[in-house]
């Protein structure tokens, strides 16, 4: 956390626009390290009756360190410290969640786990509906026990978080070591991350093309002549560019021979690319439905935005049930009623695409 101090004025900046008060709920969500430790010190700020966080090991580091810094933050943020570290989401801590939060260490929300959380619990999602990744959350399983979930709208009027997706592609090319102003960069891919990219670099100053139908003659056409390529087709487990991707390596020596493969978000098969002379960013790179850096790179503010909004909606969702709403109804008045909901396909798994 490079500046904390403006990291909580952030925090109590955004409950305060988003009218966030969790004051008579419980609150699961994780514990973690750099800007992912603002979650629960939002919900702390926010007046949550009890926030429980879930630290774990991960490839971020050990749990202990994720414990502390999330402590350091709720200590910095918050009037208060009702902050329970836990090692797992265990039944105990399930049977009590108001709002629960599909983060890192909250997952998987498998049938297991739902059939541990209180009827009137909202599994609130800190991303858009399509942006859940299958094996996350069960919404089969909290349909049949009438367990409310949603996610967030990120392009809501007043509230962009998407638009973000443009200032982190700037910053992996220049990570990357492309200049980005005046550069040729293709961008590739077919959900709501490659406008918004385009519409990022293209600010900054690059010529940009976008492909979003990703058929073979549409792709070669795009990458022909360019400097880097940006793969962005989050909603896919195809490779889109590799040995059996879209764009072939053969393709590339012919049209893009010394493009820099970016991979924002989707299928890029790095170690057959790399073997050819390509140079592909960053390394390692991600599977399928990850994003290789996350809006966090950027700085506080995104995670703050995001994850606000996200117990936001749950808040709002979370009342109505308390009170005897119907699961559906509950989600329904609020995606109405408050722009930043977004509804989940009912009684399926499959995410809402774009």
């Known amino acids: 956390m490079l500046n904390s101090r403006r990291t909580a004025r952030l925090i109590r900046e955004t409950i305060e626009q988003l009218e966030l008060d969790l004051s008579g709920l419980s609150v699961l969500t994780e514990a973690a390290t750099g800007h992912y430790a603002v979650t629960a010190a939002i919900a702390v700020a926010a007046r949550a009756d009890r926030v429980f ?128 102003l005046g550069t040729r960069v293709t961008v590739l891919g077919r959900d709501r991350f490659a406008p918004e990219i385009a519409k990022g670099l293209r600010r900054a100053g690059a010529v940009v093309r976008v492909d979003r139908r990703l058929t073979r003659s549409s792709s070669l056409a795009a990458v022909r002549g360019a400097e880097a390529i940006v793969v962005a087709d989050y909603a896919s487990d195809d490779v889109i560019v590799g040995a059996s991707g879209l764009i072939t390596t053969l393709d590339l020596a012919r049209l893009a021979p010394d493009a820099t493969i970016v991979q924002f978000a989707g299928g890029v098969d790095d170690e057959h690319l790399r073997a050819n002379g390509h140079h592909v960013w960053p390394s390692p790179v991600v599977p399928p439905r990850r994003m290789s850096r996350t809006f966090a790179a950027l700085g506080p503010k995104p995670v703050i935005q995001l994850h606000a909004a996200g117990l936001r909606v749950g808040e709002a969702v979370a009342r109505l049930r308390l009170q005897g709403v119907p699961p559906d109804d509950a989600v329904d008045v609020v995606c109405r009623d408050l722009p930043i909901a977004s509804p989940v396909a009912r009684a399926t798994s499959t995410p809402v695409r774009p």
Not at 68 to 82: E, F, Q
Not at 151 to 173: D, K, R
């Open 53 to 180: 966080a879930v630290a774990r090991d991960s490839a971020w580091g050990p749990a202990i360190d994720a414990a502390g810094a999330t402590r350091d933050m709720v200590l910095s943020s918050a009037l208060k410290d009702n902050l329970t570290i836990v090692d797992e989401a265990s039944p105990d801590v399930l049977s009590v969640a108001d709002v629960v939060t599909n983060l890192g260490f909250v997952r998987p929300l498998d049938e297991e786990r739902i059939k541990h959380l209180k009827p009137t619990a909202v599994v609130s999602l800190m991303c858009e509906p399509w942006e859940v990744r299958p094996g996350d959350v069960d919404v089969s399983a909290c349909s049949r026990r009438g367990i409310a979930v949603l996610g967030t709208n990120e392009s809501t009027p007043g509230w962009p978080l998407f638009s973000y997706s443009g200032p982190l592609a700037v910053q992996m090319l220049l990570e990357a070591g492309i200049e980005v």
